[in-house]
């Protein structure tokens, strides 16, 4: 009797993962995380009055959206509240372009 042994899977360097293309998300679950970061927000502006000062500051619509530009939310922060519905928005919008850091922008 002979008892087979798995060969252990080699690790993957973080090369051959860099070489890789990027994994995607499935629709549904990018529409319920997109969902979840409004309701999360909508919370935060609830029980924390600092956060709702801070959104008190400006007013603004922010729109998030795949890639392929089907899937996508728009939230708008106005005089302390959030607002969030699914779509795209024909207001004026900010999109954050692909290689700069949202950091980097001055409001």
Known sequence: MSVETKKP???LSFAHAKAQPAT????PAFQAI???VGQMLI???IFYPQFRMRLKE?????????????IGRWFEFR???VRSRHG???SRTSRWPSRTPPSAWSC
């Open 43 to 45: 919370a935060t502006a």
């Open 24 to 27: 995607k998300i499935a629709p």
């Open 58 to 70: 400006r007013n603004i619509v922010a729109q998030i959206k795949a890639r392929d530009e089907n």
């Open 9 to 11: 899977e080699p690790r």
């Open 34 to 36: 997109l969902w979840t």
């Open 79 to 81: 005089g302390g509240h």
């Open 88 to 90: 795209s928005t024909t």
